[in-house]
């Protein structure tokens, strides 16, 4: 894919200096870039790099000053920042642009599929799916029984939908993760044994919601487990039953959310966080890589750290005072060997 300079001020609406016919096929960061690459600069810490860098374009801030000659052509754009995202997200859509159904598939009979839908080879799709227009499932996913999906909707390859789930309009699910698997029920027995407990209910995923590799999304075992729009989840995450993800928050890898616990909007959660079944964690909440959370949260816009989690301030102070206690325990000692001593001494 080749775009000139001329091409690129006018996608972000910036304003050119040097060659406006220079053509460039990819983008590079501007320490890495060679020619033929787009690049951008908006840490003023890179800047040193304008004056040195291979790249053929490079998109900047409109106020910034160039102090020395510079080789590439320079587009200035209100936010390079916001301009080269713009690009990128741009890129990749052209690169992911498939349509078209692709051959070995089975798509049931009774499967609905919209208009300008890409279906990757290997994929299995079963009775009573609906997939909205402009999806694009890629091979090797599994979309069970009764599934709906909505428009613009992706599902990228090894991806698996249970039955009865539904997914809403502009989600991204990557590969390897698992929507609606069963929730862990089991029943224990006088015996010490395990009965397991059927998980008749579903998944939700609402709009804008993006769920990162090899994730897991337990189905409800009545009911649906929900996660509400525009809700980001990263790689790796386990999601049990019946829990419920308040809209436009984002949790990162390694985190886990035991059954029918329910966390607020916009709440912001650190990797490898540990959240027990049956609480409720308030709106807003900020929680520190590594955290257990073991009770319930109420107040909403905190922040917490720590296992088991306190306030993220007193966690800090506490922090300090683990790092003093060497100190403090030599301390004690010499205190303790002077009472011994004063008392020998009377």
Sequence with gaps: MQFSARQIATLVKGTLEGDPDVIVEQLAKIEEASSGCLSFLSNPKYEQYLYTTKASVVIVN???????PVQCTIIRAKNAYSAFSTLLEMYNKMRL????????????????????????????????????????????VY????VKIGNNTTLFAGVSVYFDCVIGERVIVHSGTVIGSDGFGFAPQEDGTYNKISQIGNVILEDNVEIGA???????????????KGVKLDNLIQVAHNVEIGKNTVIAAQSGISGSTKIGDNAIVGGQVGIVGHINIA??????????I???????????????????????????????????????EELEQLLLTKEETK
């Excluded at 979309?143 to 009764?146: C, F």
């Excluded at 300090?320 to 206690?325: D, E």
Aim: with cysteine; glycine share 10%.
């Design 97 to 140: 642009d498939k349509t078209g159904i692709e051959e070995p598939s089975f798509i049931h009979p009774t499967a609905k599929i919209g208009k300008d839908v890409y279906i990757g080879a290997f994929t299995y799709i079963d009775k009573g799916v609906v997939i909205g227009d402009h999806c694009k499932v890629y091979p090797h």
């Design 283 to 292: 709106n807003g909440s900020k929680i520190q890589a590594q955290s257990g």
């Design 214 to 228: 090899n994730s897991v999304i337990d189905r409800a075992t009545m009911g649906s487990t929900i996660i509400r």
């Design 62 to 68: 409109e106020d910034l000053k160039v102090d020395k």
């Design 143 to 146: 979309i069970g029984d009764n």
């Design 294 to 332: 073991n009770r319930s949260i109420v107040e909403e816009g905190k922040k917490w750290s720590g296992s088991p989690a306190t306030p993220y301030n007193a966690q800090m102070r506490s922090q300090v005072i683990y790092s003093r206690l060497p100190e403090l325990e030599r301390r004690l």
